[in-house]
């Protein structure tokens, strides 16, 4: 499923990605990460589609949320879990970007919470506005897209289709109509409360800080902090075991890691993935993004097409060590790794080609 949700990714633009996890999540967790902090980490969709991880703050006036999730009744759920720790409302609710896995269970908050403050970056709050409805809309013509490429025998891009690529398309669409059923009248509740650089909330004994950083991920980026906890969640600035990067900034995303990992964290939720407890893995993508921006910056000014580029650098640049740091033994997370390397290719000689 990794390598078809790569493929399909590539083929919108590339600061308009919508999925955004290198792990496959079959069941929903809860971790309690310090008193009155959950995350919650939710399954994937049925059609397979990743949920972004959430995280609960309790304060002593009110609740933080992080994030929302995809499907409303992913949401409903933790809005029912939320109630069966505190009797407290969410007065806050942060979109950490505009992907509708971080954003869709917006509204099920508003109706649950009516007050609830939803806030997110400028220009997220405008990414949400002006894509997500459309997103939504478009979602049921998987059905039609996903049973051309098994006819066809050849993924959107052209190469045929390997026998689990196979698999994972007929696996999308066996789960697809369930998923096409709660977003048929979902409305994309878009953030009331935006912000430049940084919001700072008080949930009653609990400070929270809203951050952005720099563009990464997306160019509205959130991270939240709480400092007193030193806890950390990231959005998809950072996704484990393979970072998302097919898409968005990464010539900009990894000074964007090295601000964030000056932050006092000892706990780290990243947008997908487990838990961290250090910040091994931020440095390793910054590095990683490091390496392959500077090798980039010297296929660019050498001269040479997108295409050229993209026909070499695999080799030129040595990913398969990288591979191997982020991978390790998983033929599955390899594969993932293969997927957004390609993804970072074109967006880092597209951002660096114009610069």
Request: aromatic share 8%; net charge neutral; hydrophobic share 40%.
């Amino acid at each position: 499923m990794r390598k078809l949700l790569c493929t399909l990714m590539l083929i919108v633009p590339a600061a308009a990605d919508l999925r955004a996890d290198s792990v496959a999540t079959h069941t929903r967790t809860v971790t309690r990460i310090a008193d009155g902090v959950w995350t919650i980490r939710h399954p994937d969709a049925p059609d397979t589609f990743p949920q972004s991880n959430t995280t609960v703050i309790v304060g002593d006036r009110g609740v933080l949320v992080v994030d929302s999730c995809l499907l409303p009744s992913a949401a409903r759920e933790d809005i029912a879990q939320i109630r069966q720790w505190t009797n407290k409302p969410v007065t806050w609710l942060v979109n950490t970007h505009w992907h509708f896995d971080h954003t869709l269970g917006n509204a099920a908050y508003v109706e649950a919470w009516p007050g609830v403050q939803i806030v997110a970056t400028r220009q997220t709050q405008k990414a949400i506005t002006d894509w997500n409805p459309g997103a939504v809309a478009r979602y049921p013509q998987r059905d039609a897209r996903f049973r051309k490429v098994l006819e066809s025998g050849k993924n959107p891009d052209g190469r045929p289709l390997t026998e689990g690529e196979r698999k994972d398309y007929e696996r999308s669409l066996a789960g697809l109509a369930p998923v096409v059923a709660e977003m048929k009248n979902v409305v994309q509740f878009v953030p009331n409360v935006a912000f430049e650089r940084e919001l700072l909330v008080d949930l009653g004994r609990r400070p929270v800080e809203i951050r952005f950083l720099g563009r990464g991920n997306t160019g509205g980026d959130t991270i939240v902090y709480l400092p007193r906890e030193k806890i950390l969640a990231t959005g998809d600035l950072l996704v484990h075991p393979v970072p998302y990067l097919f898409g968005g900034f990464p010539v900009d995303q990894p000074v964007t890691l090295r601000k964030m990992a000056e932050l006092d964290a000892t706990t780290i939720v990243p947008g997908h993935g487990e838990i961290l407890r250090d910040k091994t893995y931020i440095y390793r993508v910054a590095e990683f993004l490091e390496a392959s921006n500077a090798a980039m910056d010297k296929e660019v000014n050498s001269g040479k097409t997108l295409e050229e580029v993209q026909g070499s650098f695999a080799k030129t640049f040595d990913a398969a060590s990288w591979r191997t740091k982020f991978a390790g033994a998983s033929a599955d997370d390899a594969e993932f790794f293969d997927g957004t390397f390609d993804g970072l290719i074109k967006a880092s000689y597209n951002q660096i080609k114009t610069r």
